[in-house]
T-cell receptor, first 116, second 111 residues
Framework: DTGVSQNPRHKITKRGQNVTFRCDPISEHNRLYWYRQTLGQGPEFLTYFQNEAQLEKSRLLSDRFSAERPKGSFSTLEIQRTEQGDSAMYLC??????????????FGSGTQLSVL | AQSVAQPEDQVNVAEGNPLTVKCTYSVSGNPYLFWYVQYPNRGLQFLLKYITGDNLVKGSYGFEAEFNKSQTSFHLKKPSALVSDSALYFCAVRKADKLIFGTGTRLQVFP
């Protein structure tokens, strides 16, 4: 069962540094989502892709955040000039959308970012 | 605006007893509602969804949820709790092409 894979699992960085996370979705899935989760909160939507097209970005996603899905397969999320407030679990999810599909999101285990 | 609320941060129940985890929703139009579970160090897992049809929806691991339009609720239920059900449970509503999650309820099942 090749589920959604996220790397790294943990990332510790100093304030001001850039970080990049990777997500490998389930291979046939055409939608890919990024969420952020902080302690005591539910996942908050950041952005999503339909194949390689980025279709929506949350207002939570400042200019320091950029996401790509260059070939419609894996995706990267980069945070530039990290701030302590960026510390969170970053979750990736994928789904297959189309006629007859069940709208189920499959989540990865997340990347825990700590900004010191 | 589409949103869900989970009024309880934690629910404690003894093993073998029925459990209920509450969720209320606020939506315009017909709601598409979901429940997900998060075990420690694991990704969120889909439990069940309501789109249309029967108000009682059956899902994974023996869970079910009851859609109540008059009370705008979508409570998660299980007739007999297991210790292994202890986890974080999230209610969610679909808004456009994404899910909006509640703040979560921690379920603790005691032996």
């Amino acid at each position: 069962d090749t589920g959604v894979s996220q790397n790294p699992r943990h990332k510790i960085t100093k304030r001001g540094q850039n970080v990049t996370f990777r997500c490998d979705p389930i291979s046939e899935h055409n939608r890919l989502y990024w969420y952020r989760q902080t302690l005591g909160q539910g996942p908050e939507f950041l952005t999503y892709f339909q194949n390689e097209a980025q279709l929506e970005k949350s207002r939570l996603l400042s200019d320091r955040f950029s996401a790509e899905r260059p070939k419609g397969s894996f995706s990267t999320l980069e945070i530039q000039r990290t701030e302590q407030g960026d510390s969170a679990m970053y979750l990736c999810a994928s789904s297959l959308v189309g006629p007859g599909t069940n709208e189920k999101l499959f989540f990865g285990s997340g990347t825990q970012l700590s900004v010191l | 605006a589409q949103s869900v609320a989970q009024p309880e941060d934690q629910v404690n129940v003894a093993e073998g007893n029925p459990l209920t985890v509450k969720c209320t929703y606020s939506v315009s139009g017909n709601p598409y509602l979901f429940w997900y579970v998060q075990y420690p160090n694991r990704g969120l897992q889909f439990l069940l969804k309501y789109i249309t049809g029967d108000n009682l929806v059956k899902g994974s691991y023996g869970f079910e949820a009851e859609f109540n339009k008059s009370q705008t609720s979508f409570h998660l239920k299980k007739p007999s709790a297991l210790v292994s059900d202890s986890a974080l449970y999230f209610c969610a509503v679909r808004k456009a092409d994404k899910l909006i999650f509640g703040t979560g309820t921690r379920l603790q099942v005691f032996p």
